[in-house]
């Protein structure tokens, strides 16, 4: 059986590379961190959009390339790589990926083709502070199709044009479209570990909602958006991963200390190593899960879970290690290493942290097990 990309895939992969490689440099990435009034890169927004790849996995039909999410996986890896500033994981992992699953076809037809044109810039918001937002904590409310309550923090939230937001209505929990720059919506720009991706605080007053999905249903939603934006994150993850063990590489093969590269020192070898077999452990999740997703496997809440575990330990250590092969440099502003660690925090938490995704691959393998 082969656990690879296609030629086309492969392919596709490259030419992705190439665009970023051109239009994505880390000048780019720094030019959105270095400007407080900027969260993401317009113009990389309108060439991405050009490119389609925001309408990559939906159907011709509305607008997009008909893909499938292998390709999107593929073209997440790229991203995930060049640490793209874009709110391209918001829009499309989160916002196009909810509507195609659970919207009506009224709401795919109207979101749908304004994704893939990059006219419109999508995010998820169901945290309302430190916790888990369960049914008892719940606090947003819809009445009367208005919603009011607060959501902290929503990335991506302060450049967004429309949210998918988990609220109560009747007492039973629901996840609703709300327009947000609709009336009823304020919003504050909070300040972040990366900057390169937006976060934010808004408030609703009475703002227009609409329900998507099953009345009651909105925590089981929010839960199947998860587990296919998790495959999709693993992806940017492993990418980033990926990048930081080459820049590593690449920087102990050219220093020198006491006559020799640091490369041959025992202790360099195996920071490298050690990222090495992190990466490849999370490719091997992340293929499984791409799998599932895209023939949308009953395995898919287990390979979503354990792929989103794997990526997220490997970013984060292959992120590190990265900084500690630069030696004092890599502590640097100057110096790119912290990019990659800044991003590799961000995407951690993004979709709920890596704790909260082991207590569900736990709960999902007792499950299988018990049946």
Known sequence: MDFDYSDDQKFLKEEARKFLAGNCDVGVVRGVLDNADRSFDEKLWKGVAEQGWLGASIPEAHGGLGLGRVELCAIAEELGRAVAPIPFASTVYFLAEGVMAYGSEAQKASILPRIAAG??????????????????????????????????????????DIALVLASEGGRPGLFLVDLKGAGVSRETLKS???????????????????????????????????????????????????????????ALGRYAFGRVIAGYQAIKHKLADMYVKNEVARSNAYYGAWALND????????????????????????????????????????????????????????????????????ELEKKNAA
């Not at 999508?122 to 309302?128: F, N, P, R």
């Not at 998860?226 to 990418?239: K, P, T, Y």
């Not at 989103?308 to 290690?321: H, V």
């Open 119 to 160: 006219e419109l810039i999508g995010c998820l918001a169901t945290s309302e502070g430190p916790g888990v937002v369960g049914p008892a904590t719940l606090q947003c409310r819809v009445e009367g199709g208005k919603l009011s309550g607060v959501k902290i923090p929503v990335t991506d939230g302060d450049v967004a």
């Open 193 to 251: 570990l990366d900057p390169t991706r937006g976060v934010a605080k808004i408030v609703f007053d009475g703002a227009a909602a609409e329900r998507i999905g099953d009345a009651g249903a909105g925590f089981e939603v929010v839960q199947g958006i998860m587990d296919r934006a998790a495959v999709l994150l693993a992806f940017e993850q492993l990418g980033g991963a990926d990048r930081c063990l080459e820049m590593a590489k690449e920087y």
């Open 296 to 363: 949308d496997a009953p395995e898919l809440p287990i390979a979503a879970a354990a792929a989103r575990i794997a990526a997220s330990d490997a970013f984060w250590f292959a992120s590190k290690e990265n900084i500690q092969v630069h030696g004092g440099m890599g502590f640097t502003w100057d110096v790119d290493c912290h990019l990659f660690y800044r991003r590799s925090r961000q995407l951690s938490l993004v979709a709920g942290a890596p704790k909260v995704w082991k207590e569900r691959l736990v709960a």
